[in-house]
């Protein structure tokens, strides 16, 4: 008789997968896009262990179909296995009984025509897997195996382990064996944050926690289970494939290069504003992400109906203005939206109000979807995201590394400025041609050899912007002695980080610039909080006013109020720009909300960029905007963030601004024939001028998107 033990081990072998027939079927037909690339709606009902108690099938099923959804995700297993399995320690729920509720969610969405994504959580397991299979878990520092925070009850797996080879593959297997899936999926794996810390008897073998060293093994696990479990999914249909939870905007857990490379499906899991201060850009920002690795493959965002924030309510649906804005943000930003809400007592929940707004919104985005079939992305000024310096980079006293990119993006948004996002990875001048110019948000962390793309990238006449400790340190963390782009920049390190205890530094003005258009009646300007300071350089145009104590106000007054020392570098070589700020100007104006500061950076990125934008908005109000070349020409999308609840706590109302003025630059040979504003469902008159198409759009609401017609 076989055991518990030698069956995982078998992974399942012995139960009979789908005939080879079928397989060689699906293996002959023509795969010309993959299906998940044509998917433009997504639906999740995340399963309770009471729902197989109450939740009608049909009632979901139908719900679902009403949204016009592409593919649901169904819960095949979390703690808990919602079908009838025989994988030992795949623990049934007590409400399940006989009933393969698994297998009856999965008909009713076929018979839909409706994808399924079996979705599998492997991050946790119960006390009897712990005595049976101890090697699984994670450990702490001494020893004893790590318990879920939330719950007491379950046990958190480590990834090192054969818990990811044997039994997640053996629950795959099963789940190919029983049902015709189109994929699977594991939630709360890879890690959307900060690396995992385990001291199990594997983990103790690898580099510490933390280091690049040990992201280099992390890396290295990620990507040998990802293909495993993708070879998986394939042996019975090889049109299905696996992908698996991530999200984290820049601050990822695995290396976003690499998994663009392999993910057919980059799902984010940004449900909401996860804390006290999130801006509601947190979720255009996991757009720009995605576009940045996925090169046109798919990528969607979880927008989660039910209470996300600081506090949770699973249960209980949040504001309707709040969930629009996200979904407004996951379309405008290129990616697929995708609702989601948790089952309850009553299956579809207690709290139904979060039915129509979602049935409504997928109802509207049915209607238009060539318009939001982007092929790319038509922005000309990229922003580096370096993924390293955010997992390593040790910041100064009271930073952190998300408040640089928060300043930044704040400063790029009032600006107006469309931009795409860059992986620190994708630097060879196939991934740069595009870009006029490029900001480094206090990208720390620079390879040599990504130093010496940037420098090509200058030669061949592209610009640069850079702040504070860019390319202060090798991809390993590794501290130079000097900038690794001193010489691009004409920079040359003269101290150490510098702080303050009361006023910061000011910038005295030592000659006018086009950076400093707008300032009038002042000699300083404010600084930031942190220097790094630099050699002094010819003809500076702002120079360092050092700080001093801020009380008592008698002798808040500089001791040194002129120096040699730049608080700018400006630079012009050839066709390129270059400017440098010592500072970390763009986190100061994010701690601040300094508007001088915003001023300034606006400026320089403007002057770096040396004008010709692709599309300029004018009007009032704080926006964001997308402009995508589409399946049916053109569209420009504005979404609306002047709101009392732009930076805080969740939105309650809309606040519509004015007239926005759109000029939008047209390749040669295009020709429009139609400006439709997608949300007010109407038509706008135009003109073209100048190889430019122009128009306004009345009001902005929330959110509109000006389709424009080409031929």
């Given amino acids: 008789m076989i055991d518990r033990r030698t069956l995982l081990k078998a992974g399942l072998a012995a139960v009979p997968l789908a005939s080879s027939s079928n397989a060689d079927a699906q293996a002959a037909r023509p795969l010309e896009i993959p299906w998940q690339r044509r998917i433009r709606r997504v639906g999740q009902l995340n399963m309770t262990e009471h729902d197989p108690a109450a939740m009608n099938v049909e009632e979901w099923a139908d719900y679902w179909a009403s949204l016009k959804v592409d593919a649901v995700l169904v819960s095949v297993t979390g703690i808990l296995a919602f079908y009838q399995t025989k994988v030992p320690f795949h623990r049934k729920g007590k409400f399940l009984g006989n009933r393969d509720f698994f297998g009856e969610c999965c008909a009713a969405a076929k018979k839909r025509g409706i994808h399924v994504i079996a979705r599998m959580s492997p991050d946790l397991n119960w006390e009897d897997a712990v005595q049976a299979h101890p090697e699984w878990f994670q450990r702490n520092a001494q020893g004893a195996v790590a318990r879920h925070g939330e719950d007491p009850r379950l046990f958190r797996t480590c990834m090192f382990t054969t818990y990811m080879t044997e039994y997640i593959p053996a629950i795959m297997r099963e789940i190919n064996s029983l049902y015709d899936v189109d994929g699977h999926f594991t939630n709360a794996w890879p890690p959307l944050g900060n690396l995992p810390v385990c001291y199990c008897e594997?983990?103790?073998?690898?580099?510490?926690?933390?280091?690049?060293?040990?992201?280099?093994?992390?890396?290295?696990?990620?990507?040998?289970?990802?293909?495993?479990?993708?070879?998986?999914?394939?042996?019975?249909?090889?049109?299905?494939?696996?992908f698996a939870n991530l999200g984290g905007g820049i601050h990822s857990g695995p290396n976003l290069k690499q998994l663009g490379e392999l993910c057919e499906w980059f799902q984010c899991d940004?449900?909401?504003?996860?804390?006290?201060?999130?801006?509601?850009?947190?979720?255009?920002?996991?757009?720009?992400?995605?576009?940045?690795?996925?090169?046109?493959?798919m990528s969607t965002n979880v927008t989660g109906a039910w209470s996300t924030g600081a506090v949770r309510w699973r249960n209980v649906h949040k504001s309707t203005e709040e969930a629009q804005m996200w979904m407004n943000a996951t379309l405008a930003s290129g990616m697929v939206p995708y609702y989601h809400w948790i089952g309850g007592e009553n299956g579809m929940g207690d709290d139904r109000r979060w039915l129509e707004p979602g049935r409504q919104y997928f109802q509207w985005t049915a209607k238009h979807d060539r318009h939001f079939t982007n092929k790319r992305s038509i922005a000309n000024l990229g922003v580096v995201m370096g993924q390293r310096t955010h997992l390593f980079y040790t910041p100064p006293r009271g930073a952190t590394t998300p408040q640089f990119i928060d300043g930044m993006y704040y400063a790029l948004l009032e600006g107006r400025f469309l931009f795409d996002f860059i992986h620190e990875d994708n630097l060879a001048p196939e991934d740069l041609k595009k870009y006029s110019a490029l900001v480094l948000p206090n990208t720390a962390l620079l390879s040599d050899e990504q130093c010496r793309q940037l420098r090509a990238y200058v030669d061949s006449g592209g610009s640069l912007l850079a702040t504070f400790e860019t390319s202060m340190y090798n991809e390993r963390n590794e501290r130079r002695a000097d900038f690794g782009l001193a010489d691009v920049f004409g920079i040359r390190k003269a101290g150490d980080v510098q702080g303050t205890t009361g006023n910061a530094f000011s910038a005295r003005i030592e000659k006018r610039h086009e950076i400093l258009d707008g300032f009038t009646n002042t000699n300083w300007?404010?600084?930031?909080?942190?220097?790094?300071?630099?050699?002094?350089?010819?003809?500076?145009?702002?120079?360092?006013?050092?700080?001093?104590?801020?009380?008592?106000?008698?002798?808040?007054?500089?001791v040194q109020p002129r120096t040699d020392e730049p608080a700018v570098v400006l630079r012009e070589k050839g066709k390129s720009r270059l400017a440098w700020f010592p500072g970390d100007i763009e986190r100061t104006m994010w701690r601040s909300g300094h508007t001088d500061l915003s001023r300034l950076l606006q400026n320089s990125i403007r002057w770096v960029a040396g004008g010709g934008a692709p599309v300029v908005i004018e009007g009032d109000g704080v926006i964001e905007a997308f402009a995508w070349e589409t399946e049916a020409g053109f569209a420009v999308h504005i979404l609306n963030y002047t709101n009392p609840n732009m930076h805080r706590g969740w939105i309650r109302a809309f606040y519509p601004i004015g007239p926005q003025k759109v000029r939008m630059k047209l390749p040669a040979g295009a020709r429009v024939t139609r400006v439709e504003l997608l949300r007010a469902e109407s038509n706008v008159a135009f003109r073209v001028a100048g190889g430019a198409v122009e128009f306004t759009i009345p009001k902005v609401l929330d959110y509109e998107v000006a389709a424009i017609y080409s031929a």
């Avoid at 495993?228 to 394939?234: F, G, N, Q």
């Avoid at 002094?536 to 002798?555: C, I, Q």
């Fill in 270 to 297: 940004n449900q909401g504003r996860g804390g006290d201060d999130t801006p509601i850009w947190g979720c255009a920002l996991q757009g720009r992400v995605c576009n940045a690795v996925q090169k046109g493959k």
């Fill in 525 to 558: 300007l404010p600084g930031a909080e942190y220097r790094l300071p630099i050699a002094p350089v010819d003809s500076p145009v702002l120079t360092v006013v050092p700080g001093s104590v801020a009380y008592p106000p008698e002798l808040s007054y500089p």
């Fill in 202 to 242: 594997q983990c103790r073998n690898l580099p510490r926690s933390g280091t690049p060293a040990y992201w280099d093994k992390f890396n290295e696990r990620v990507v040998y289970l990802w293909k495993l479990y993708d070879s998986i999914a394939k042996e019975k249909n090889p049109a299905s494939f696996y």
